[in-house]
């Protein structure tokens, strides 16, 4: 779908100052996207013969997307600007709201510092990436959520859901519980855990599982849970 972006200015004739922009997000493969983006944008301009300075700015996942054959629309797809956000997430450094548009396609293992990195410069965006990273993870609670983006860990303890999760513990026939939870969100700050380390936790009595899971907030990879079970084994 296009959006255009027009300015408000005019000059005398009434027609915009500046150029009207069309700006497309393409993330899935498509075979007819680029005889659509040409149909749309000739259409747009039949429809808006005032606007005399416009661009086409499409936004992709990688270059490796088939949005269809090229052939016939060289002249035109020349004239379009292509937003790359692989390549987009190796620039260093990055303006954060760039990176900001990067969190989608980025490995999950660069979330924490790339959300981290934006969240320093602009915390007014803790409300944009959270959602962003929510809707790519629908499996994942809220609070697993801010484990990956690495929220700040006093904003997370004192969320109502991991007060709930860490108090887990205390209640009679639920380690299990507790502790497959607290396994979920060591996975997603530390890698994938070995089956011996796995066992160790499980074997945990609860105040160690829930000192666990209060001190898992403050890990930043596997090195701090060796740590953490070499001094409480």
Same mark, same amino acid.
Request: proline share 9%; net charge negative.
């Given at each position: 779908?296009?959006?255009?972006?027009?300015?408000?200015?005019?000059? /005398?004739?009434?027609?915009?100052?500046?150029?009207?922009?069309?700006?497309?997000?393409?993330?899935?493969?498509?075979?007819?996207?680029?005889h659509?983006?040409?149909?749309?944008t000739?259409?747009?301009?039949?429809?808006?013969?005032?606007?005399?300075?416009w661009?086409?700015?499409v936004?992709t996942?990688?270059?490796?997307?088939?949005?269809?054959?090229?052939?016939?629309l060289?002249?035109?797809?020349?004239?379009?600007?292509?937003?790359n956000?692989? /390549?987009?997430?190796?620039?260093?450094?990055?303006d954060?709201?760039l990176?900001?548009l990067t969190?989608?396609?980025?490995?999950?293992?660069e979330?924490? #510092?790339?959300?981290?990195?934006?969240?320093?410069?602009?915390?007014?965006? /803790?409300?944009?990436?959270?959602?962003?990273?929510m809707?790519r993870y629908?499996?994942?609670?809220r609070e697993?959520?801010?484990?990956?983006?690495?929220?700040?860990?006093?904003e997370?303890?004192?969320?109502?859901?991991?007060?709930?999760?860490?108090? /887990?513990?205390?209640?009679?026939g639920?380690?299990?519980?507790?502790?497959a939870?607290?396994l979920?969100?060591?996975n997603?700050?530390?890698?994938?855990?070995s089956?011996a380390?796995?066992?160790q936790?499980?074997?945990?009595?609860?105040e160690?599982?829930?000192?666990? #899971?209060?001190?898992?907030?403050?890990?930043?990879?596997? #090195?701090?849970? #060796?740590?953490?079970?070499?001094?409480?084994?």
């Open positions: 779908m296009l959006w255009p972006r027009e300015s408000t200015g005019c000059g /005398e004739t009434g027609s915009p100052a500046f150029p009207v922009v069309l700006l497309e997000v393409q993330m899935h493969p498509d075979p007819g996207f680029h659509r983006l040409a149909a749309q000739y259409r747009f301009l039949q429809q808006h013969p005032q606007v005399e300075h661009a086409v700015v936004i996942p990688h270059s490796r997307l088939s949005l269809g054959p090229t052939q016939a060289q002249l035109f797809l020349r004239q379009v600007a292509w937003i956000l692989e /390549e987009l997430s190796r620039r260093i450094p990055l954060p709201l990176n900001l969190l989608p396609i980025r490995p999950e293992s979330l924490a #510092a790339s959300s981290q990195q934006i969240l320093a410069s602009r915390p007014d965006l /803790e409300q944009v990436v959270l959602p962003m990273l809707q629908p499996e994942l609670s697993e959520i801010m484990v990956i983006a690495g929220i700040p860990h006093e997370l303890r004192h969320t109502r859901a991991a007060q709930e999760w860490l108090a /887990e513990g205390r209640q009679e639920r380690q299990d519980e507790a502790a939870m607290t979920r969100l060591l997603r700050r530390c890698g994938s855990l089956e380390t796995t066992g936790i499980q074997a945990l009595p609860l160690q599982l829930e000192a666990l #899971a209060d001190a898992l907030l403050d890990f930043q990879g596997p #090195a701090n849970l #060796a740590t953490w079970l070499a001094a409480n084994s």
